[in-house]
């Protein structure tokens, strides 16, 4: 089962762009990258998810790169509110087992 | 649309008591079915998933155990809770499909156990 790697935390301020990457070194061909957003005493909710190249959708991008090791999630231009914890996760197709979701990133935007 | 509950929202129970959390789903057929555990400060720990009425795997040995007496709906309990399991429960569903699919989480339920 591919493992992934992320920064217990991160600070940005508001209106800026924030990066977080995870590390799945060993990815297999069928997994697929997805990235979860928690608030306290909340469920994950969904942000995106991937298999390769770049993918956009309202909230967030998600790049990863050709040799798909690792993946970036870009919250583009930060509020107050996308404070939160940012798990990565990578699973494969087909299988109803989903990966243990870790710790997450802590993601703290300032005034 | 699909909606996803939990109840209870709160829950104090002393050690030694049993334990029945529930979750139902509405607006989908053939859910995959899934019961999490996250600790103060800790990410989530899959305990058991389901993909169909009577179809449980357990992810980790420990005291608890799940149901899924209908087609939506999925019970965790316990015979004899210990301290260590008090946490945060979440249900979540996703749907059957060869696709790796999102999951919908139910809004939790707060276990401390005494």
């Known amino acids: 089962l591919a493992k992934t790697t992320q920064p217990i935390s991160m600070d940005s301020y508001e209106g800026q762009e924030v990066n977080i990457t995870c590390s799945h070194n060993n990815i297999a061909t069928n997994d697929y990258i997805t990235w979860y957003q928690q608030f306290p005493s909340q469920g994950p909710r969904f942000i995106i998810q991937?298999?390769?190249t770049k993918v956009t959708n309202e909230v967030a991008s998600l790049f990863i790169p050709a040799d798909r090791k690792s993946s970036t999630l870009s919250l583009p231009r930060v509020s107050l509110s996308d404070t939160a914890v940012y798990y990565c996760l990578v699973g494969g197709s087909g299988s109803a087992r989903q990966l243990t979701f870790g710790s997450g990133t802590q993601l703290t935007v300032l005034p | 649309s699909q909606t996803i509950h939990q109840w209870p929202a709160t829950l104090v129970q002393p050690v030694g008591s049993p334990l029945s959390l529930e979750c139902t789903v509405e607006?989908?057929?053939?859910?995959?079915l899934y019961w999490y555990r996250q600790a103060a400060g800790r990410g989530l720990q899959l305990l058991f998933y389901s993909v169909g009425i009577g179809q449980i795997s357990s992810e980790v040995p420990q005291n608890l155990s799940a149901s899924r007496p209908q087609d939506r709906q999925f019970i965790l309990s316990s015979k004899k809770l210990l301290l260590s399991d008090s946490g945060f429960y979440l249900c979540?569903?996703?749907?059957?499909?060869?696709?790796?699919?999102?999951?919908?989480f139910g809004p939790g339920t707060r276990l401390t156990v005494l």
């Open positions: 607006g989908t057929s053939n859910p995959n």
């Open positions: 991937g298999y390769k």
């Open positions: 979540a569903w996703s749907v059957t499909s060869v696709l790796y699919n999102e999951q919908f």
